[in-house]
């Protein structure tokens, strides 16, 4: 018999060029591919590489994936990302979970974010919590080869206060390699159901609904509206699941009108007011296009929340986009009487904090009326930003008290 000595599986390298490590050296995620000098080993999409510098010596741990983000950095120290690695990693950004008071058992809340991404450092992947199921969103192929691994993890750190784990990567994946995925339980199985937030009830259909099924990011938002609208007239635009309708009527809104041109969406939207017992005589649902709708409106709006899903997810329409925000805004300020509040946002990204206050200024010079900044909102914590990766903060909003 012919003794084969056994040989440890090469470790795949990607060597940046000279004076193109600097990024990597202070924690940023994301090796563009302009930085790549060589690559050493046979490398796929979604292999586990280590980057290092042009002299060879180790920076970092990631998933390479071709494109113009090549690798998506999930270590800084060089480690094996065996079970024990990810389930460290789950288990640190579930204690910081724990710090927030989100992931304790708490009763008005019990959906949250439990990772998000770069700022939980693990890029490219999103994992929601809806009471006793978590959905998993991997928007990397790396990530997504991980499944199994993350799967498990999450059932170590929870134990079994986790009865199910739902993948939803077939749309956020890259064409061709979704071509063979499927959105399925990987743990245990269940059906969507309801959640609460707040002491808030919300229907949340993960299997179909849009995201993993709600928008947690504004959870803080929605509260703070809530404590503006008793006794006035409000307008949700772009309502999806009524999220806001219900905290306005929660508070003590006068009336609301719930918009969006989704008529999925206007029946979540009712289902959720009637699930939370609220007076249905003080609420109305319009399936049609907004802009549309505030063509058509009266002017005397007391407090209008404007949350338009992203209307640029490329620099290309980085522009466009911004005209888009102008427009809309603009009409809306038209509709809010004096002394009325608008809450508007943007979660595209490519739009900066300051391009969108900038383009807010333009709608009210535009529309002709003086405003005053109330409050500056962002995502909330348990969707942190990494203070080496500006990028993660997406989500933008103002309110403004309009004269």
């Known amino acids: 018999m012919v003794f084969i000595p056994y040989l440890a599986p090469m470790t795949k390298k990607v060597i940046l060029k000279a004076k193109r490590s600097a990024a990597v050296e202070r924690f940023h ?10 690559i050493e080993g046979e490398v796929q999409d979604g292999d586990i590489v280590e980057v290092c510098k042009a002299d060879g010596s180790y920076l970092a741990t990631g998933h390479y994936q071709e494109g113009s983000i090549t690798v998506r950095l999930f270590s800084f120290q060089q480690s094996t990302p065996d079970q024990g690695f990810w389930d460290a990693k789950i288990g640190r950004a579930l204690q910081y979970r724990r710090h927030l008071g989100l992931a304790g058992g708490q ?4 959906c949250f974010r439990l990772a998000h ?48 784990i739902y993948d939803k990567s077939a749309e956020t994946l890259p064409r061709q390699y979704a071509l063979g995925i499927e959105n399925r ?13 707040y002491g808030n009830t919300f229907q949340v259909d993960w299997e179909a609904g849009q995201k993993t099924g709600f928008f947690l990011d504004q959870r803080e938002n929605r509260r703070l509206a809530g404590q503006y609208a008793p006794d006035k007239k409000v307008l949700n ?10 905290y306005a009527l929660q508070a003590g809104a006068h009336s609301v009108d719930s918009v969006d041109v989704s008529k999925k969406a ?10 939370n017992g609220l007076p249905p005589e003080r609420h109305r649902a319009h399936a049609m296009d907004v802009m549309d709708f505030l063509r058509s409106a009266d002017n005397d709006y007391e407090l209008m929340i404007v949350d338009p899903p992203a209307f640029a997810k490329s620099l290309k329409k980085r522009h466009q986009a911004v005209q888009g925000y102008k427009r ?37 010079l535009e529309s002709g009326r003086q405003a005053r900044v109330m409050h500056q909102l962002s995502q909330p914590a348990d969707h942190p ?3 080496f990766h500006s990028e993660g903060s997406y989500l933008k909003g103002l309110v403004l008290y309009l004269e």
């Open 117 to 164: 991404a770069e700022g939980d450092g693990l890029p490219g992947l999103i994992i929601d919590i809806y009471n006793k199921t978590a959905v998993v969103q991997c928007h990397s192929i790396g990530m997504h080869r991980e499944m199994e691994k993350i799967s498990r993890a999450l059932q170590n750190n929870f134990g079994g206060h986790l009865e199910a």
């Open 237 to 246: 635009a772009f309502c999806y699941s009524g999220g806001f309708s219900v």
């Open 266 to 275: 206007i029946e979540l939207t009712e289902a959720n007011v009637q699930l």
């Open 185 to 197: 339980y990987v743990f245990g199985a269940g059906s969507p159901g309801p959640v609460l937030e």
């Open 107 to 110: 009763h008005s809340t019990n």
């Open 328 to 364: 809309l805004n603009a009409l809306a300020m038209s509709r809010i009487q004096p002394g009325g509040i608008l809450f508007t946002f943007s979660c595209s990204q490519v739009v900066s904090q300051q391009l969108f206050y900038d383009t807010i200024v333009a709608a009210a």
């Open 29 to 38: 995620p994301w090796v563009f591919s302009g930085a790549v000098k060589n």
């Open 385 to 387: 930003v990494s203070i």
